[in-house]
């Protein structure tokens, strides 16, 4: 914060003129005080306006001190609380901290110890930032001592792994200078994960043809077998959920809310391309590489249907095949539901208990996918979220407000193994690709299928055998192209005006580390009910 901007302090109390002395030793100090009388009233300006610190009497007529405190905490509201109580209670200590305050004073208090509070506050936060960035510096020096070009699966997954928790991390962080550093490092990376993904994938998915894991990732057609059917296995009763277009930051930003309720082991899986619902999500359903789909279902594969719902309409089906072919149908049939709107989630969190008796509950949410194409095309989202720090905030308080926090809580109360995944990510577009095509070339703007198609290949993956990609390879002359790093691609005819209408739009299908390594975790209750 610049040296002439003053800190800015709320205090509430209901006796606040009887602490003018206390407020002009404050100001003569450089902070800016604003005065309320109650917890209501310390909300309403919060909601409006920044402050740095939060003042905060424990006994106030109307909202009192903890009250007020559970509504920050509700809110979402990140801001430092100092408690002033007459209490020396134990209990309301416990309470409070248990609420988060950053400190608290007991009266009578005197100018100079609140005044020393506030700093210990404004203090600790410069601490705090400064090791940030000492630990970032020491962090992005290793970066650049590893041999990037040579790493191989496990690396690339340990490397994505560290660069999302730091986008997570540096959320918030005053120093712009170290979010560029990373932003710019995260960018970088692209580069080098196509040639890596271009050289070793064809050689992945030929050796999960055959049905071998040798020497390879686990891919999307491997989640299933990989996580689920143990648990079945095992007599354990699963709850797979699949949130669809989920990164590894955003997973990072949601998992801190589920680590009081469960115990949580984490893996990472490789997306197959394009990094696309219908392939994707249709590969972890059925345990097949598109291709293999194609060729065993080709009343279900739905690759050139425009109704994106439709391309993924027999999932239950795929599901049940899958389980069939391993030998893992349960004793009862499972359940399969797919969730596009609040009113069927709400629905479903009034049901989720009653699915008790359920071995395998399979349940996909949309919501972030609807909310990351609807950014595109709405000027409130793009206002709300500008960038991907923004949108992990907005997604962060959809998902703390939405029934799957709450499924997620009743979940933990029960006897079962919940499953949590995602079929791929989303990248923020930057630079528009030109590309050449029929007018039956499909309208993805990460991925394109059609006849004969061509585009710049430093700027795209050109798959000329489709086979190759163990994508299907039903038409003469059909290509596929895959979009590199940021780029997204456009026709030469009308360019400027869909390059400028998505530039700065996440999306998905091609090849990046923010759409193909993800999230694959393993969520066992801490403390479930006997019998539930």
Same mark, same amino acid.
């Given at each position: ?55 905060? &009497? ?31 209670? =134990? ?5 409070? $901290? ?53 790493? &191989? ?15 997570? /991390?540096?959320? /918030?962080?005053? =120093? ?5 550093? #990373? ?13 890596? $993904? ?27 077998? #990989? ?15 699949? $949130? ?143 960038? =991907? ?107 400027? =005006? ?18 193909? $390594? ?12 006997? /019998?539930?």
């Amino acid at each position: 914060m610049p040296n002439d901007v003053p800190r800015r302090i709320l205090w509430a109390d209901d006796e606040i003129d009887l602490l003018k002395p206390h407020i002009r030793f404050l100001e003569q100090k450089g902070y800016a005080v604003t005065p309320v009388l109650n917890g209501e009233d310390a909300l309403a300006r919060i909601e409006a306006e920044r402050f740095d610190v939060l003042l905060l &009497d424990e006994m106030m007529p109307g909202m009192g001190g903890l009250e007020t405190l559970a509504q920050l905490k509700a809110r979402e509201i990140n801001l430092p609380v100092i408690l002033i109580t007459k209490s020396e209670e =134990e209990t309301l200590m416990e309470e409070a $901290i248990g609420k988060r305050i950053t400190d608290y004073l007991i009266k009578p208090v005197n100018p100079s110890q609140v005044f020393l509070a506030c700093k210990r506050v404004f203090d600790s936060q410069k601490l705090q930032d400064s090791q940030r960035a000492r630990d970032y510096v020491g962090e992005m020096q290793r970066w650049q001592t590893m041999d990037i070009r040579h790493l &191989d699966w496990a690396g690339w997954a340990a490397l994505a792994v560290d660069v999302a928790k730091w986008d997570v /991390g540096l959320d /918030g962080a005053p =120093e712009a200078g170290l979010q560029q550093a #990373h932003g710019d490092f995260r960018r970088s990376l692209n580069i080098d994960f196509s040639r890596f $993904i271009e050289d070793k994938y064809p050689g992945w998915v030929a050796t999960a043809a055959k049905g071998s894991d040798e020497n390879r990732p686990p891919l999307s057609c491997d989640v299933v077998r #990989h996580k689920v059917v143990p648990e079945l296995r095992a007599g354990k009763r699963v709850v797979f959920i699949v $949130i669809d277009c989920m990164r590894l930051d955003q997973w990072f930003t949601l998992e801190p809310l589920l680590e009081d309720w469960f115990d949580i082991e984490r893996d990472y899986y490789c997306s197959i391309v394009p990094t696309a619902t219908p392939y994707s999500r249709n590969s972890i359903f059925s345990g097949l590489l598109p291709a293999q789909l194609w060729k065993k279902h080709p009343d279900l594969w739905q690759e050139n249907t425009h109704d994106e719902r439709t391309r993924n309409r027999f999932e239950r089906q795929f599901m049940d095949f899958q389980l069939e072919r391993l030998g893992a149908t349960p004793a009862r049939p499972p359940k399969y539901l797919k969730i596009y709107d609040q009113d069927e989630a709400i629905n479903t969190r009034r049901q989720i208990n009653s699915f008790s008796g359920v071995p395998l509950v399979s349940m996909v949410f949309n919501f972030l996918d609807i909310l990351a194409h609807g950014r595109s095309e709405s000027e409130i989202l793009q206002e709300l979220a500008p960038d =991907e720090a923004a949108f992990r905030a907005v997604m962060k308080a959809w998902f703390t407000h939405s029934p799957l926090y709450e499924i997620f809580q009743a979940l933990s109360t029960q006897d079962c193994t919940v499953v949590v995944t995602t079929d791929h990510g989303a990248v923020l577009g930057k630079r528009a690709a030109l590309v050449y095509g029929n007018r039956d070339t499909s309208t993805n703007l990460r991925y394109k299928f059609g006849i004969n198609l061509n585009t710049d290949v430093k700027q795209a993956i050109i798959i000329r055998k489709p086979m190759d990609y163990q994508l299907p390879d039903d038409g003469v002359n059909k290509n596929y192209v895959l979009a590199r790093e940021d780029y997204y691609f456009v026709y030469p005819t009308k360019f400027h =005006e869909y390059e400028r209408q998505y530039r700065g739009s996440l999306q998905h299908g091609g090849v990046s580390v923010e759409e193909m $390594i993800l999230p694959l975790m393993t969520l066992r209750p801490k403390a479930p009910r006997p /019998g539930a």
